[in-house]
């Protein structure tokens, strides 16, 4: 397999999926956490650990199951563009996986039979692809650096 192409090995993309779900699942703990002196009285709150657990469960599945395969088609699909320039790669990059993410929407909403949050879920799945194609450039960056020295 040649160094360009190394990111495409499936230990890559499990990687890059998984620091994805735990990056996303700790933003979300953060964000939805109160902490103990601003909680109203007589009102149940969830620690930030059950948060964290369970929202790195949600994100490993839609990573694993959805972001992960359509991105190897993606990829397959960015192959053919090998004359453009380095930013212009990666511009059509971002625009591939902004779209993977939108169409990971749809699909994630036609499985859970659930439109009326389609919005939310349709940003939160883009957001999820996009971070996860910053990831698969920041291991593939660091793996042919590291294959380089050897």
Known sequence: MTKTHRINRPRGKILAAVLTAVLISLAMGIYHYVPIDERLENTYYYSFWYKFAVGL???????????????????????????????????????????L???????????????????????????????????????NRSFLHSSSHR
């Open 57 to 99: 469960l949600i994100n490993l599945a839609i990573l694993l199951f959805l972001i992960t395969p359509l991105s190897i088609l993606v990829d397959g699909l960015l192959l053919y563009r090998k004359k453009d320039n380095t930013y212009m790669r990666l511009l059509v990059a971002i625009a591939a996986y902004g779209l």
């Open 101 to 139: 993410g939108f169409i990971g929407g749809i699909i994630y909403s036609i499985f859970i039979l659930n439109f009326t949050t389609f919005s939310a879920q349709t940003i939160h799945i883009v957001v999820c692809s996009l971070v996860f194609l910053t990831f698969q450039l920041v291991l």
